[in-house]
Structures are given as structure tokens and as C-alpha cells.
């Protein structure tokens, strides 16, 4: 006797909390290391660039091109688990419940 919308509502979080839990926690729980991760090659590809204004050699040259490769792949791994992340049912819903909080902050006069 719900809402059509209640009750898809109430499917999309069974099957986030229950039928496909292990997924969902997966998908969850991939975007934090990831973005650690990305920090932590943003951090060398400074360094290596640091270095190269410094002395401009081929080793250094070299050395900042492999970080900066390695903090884009970094880049694409973050952008992955973020979009896993947000199609988790839970996950989801609470940006949409927070850009509508929001949206009616910003509407007070």
C-alpha cells in the first residue's frame, strides 16, 4: 500500500543492505585508499618536480615524467571508486537527501 516511489526506494535498499551487501560494502570502501593513494603520488610527483626545476637532467626528467604517469593512473583509480561508491543505493541517496538540504539552505532568505 506505499508510494510507488517508498517502495522502489525500499527495493533499492534491500538490495544495497542485504541481497548485494558484500558488493556495496566493496564499493564503499574502495574510494578512501584510493584517494590516499592519490595523495600520496600527488606528494612524489611534487618532489619530482621540485627536482626538476632545480637540475634539469634526464634522470630528473625521467624521474617527474613516471610520477606524473603514476598520479594520473592515480587520478582515473579515484574517479572509478568514486562512481562505484555513488551508485551504491545508501550511498546515493544521502548526497541526494545533502544537495537537497542544500538547495534549501540556499533558497532562505
Known amino acids: 500500500m506505499s508510494d510507488m516511489a517508498v517502495a522502489l526506494l525500499g527495493q533499492r535498499m534491500f538490495k544495497a543492505f542485504v541481497t548485494n551487501e558484500a558488493a556495496s560494502r566493496t564499493a564503499a570502501g574502495q574510494l578512501d585508499p584510493a584517494r590516499d593513494e592519490m595523495k600520496d603520488k600527488r606528494t612524489k610527483a611534487e ?63
Open 47 to 109: 618532489s619530482a618536480l621540485t627536482a626538476l626545476t632545480t637540475t634539469v637532467t634526464s634522470t630528473a626528467v625521467a624521474t617527474a615524467e613516471k610520477a606524473r604517469d603514476a598520479l594520473s593512473a592515480s587520478i582515473t583509480a579515484v574517479e572509478k571508486a568514486y562512481a562505484s561508491y555513488r551508485a551504491v543505493a545508501y550511498e546515493a541517496d544521502a548526497h541526494e537527501v545533502g544537495d537537497a538540504a542544500e538547495l534549501a539552505f540556499k533558497g532562505w532568505q
